[in-house]
């Protein structure tokens, strides 16, 4: 069950930005499980900008089978997000200034702060939880954010979607993250959330590139 406070609560993790560490495969959060997976999705730039779009407006996660409810942008206007560089120094994310855009179903589109519901079953395995957006990068060969658990009740930890358009025309899309199991049978047994995370993360690239699937 959601607390009534949710919207004045943090994330339920420590290790706030780690999913955009380069060593994260390698020095994980402690007592984390953690992903990184990649696809070229295509090439060119109107297939960048489509793949930036299902990002921004969500429809990675409802394309992925998962509902999306009470989204809100964040109450704080001068909220910017955290963003990490090379070295692990705190750094002022690359963002789109302008105001706020809005899905052809007057869904908000991703904001650094937002929080958001997402629940349902993507590839069989089970999302439960609230999520607060981390950050948001829109520039102009990469676009991406990352969303963290509020109250987690399955896995806690973080989720960074990027797509990026690369200098040889190629269309990469990534999902890198960490999930700390919360869930009995998580804790037990940990092939369970790698399992659950390659299965969701399947699920997002069906998403964002429904032909590559």
Partial sequence: MRRATFRDQTVDYAAVGASQAADLLQYPPEKSVPAVDSWRIGSGEARFRKAGDDLLAWRVITGAGLELTDVRPSAEPSYTGVSFDADG????????????RFTADGVAYVSAG??????GRARGRKA???????????????????IGTVDATLVSGEI?????WRD?????????SFDVPVRWSYRAFRRLVKRRRRLMNSAYLRAVSPLFA
């Fill in 160 to 164: 960074l979607f990027s797509v990026e």
């Fill in 128 to 146: 439960n939880g609230d999520y607060r957006v981390i950050f948001v990068t829109e520039d102009e060969r990469r676009v991406a954010f990352a």
């Fill in 114 to 119: 937002a929080t958001a519901h997402i629940m």
């Fill in 89 to 100: 120094t705190p750094q002022p994310p690359a963002s789109h200034e302008g105001d706020q």
């Fill in 168 to 176: 040889n025309d190629e269309v990469w899309f990534e999902v890198r």
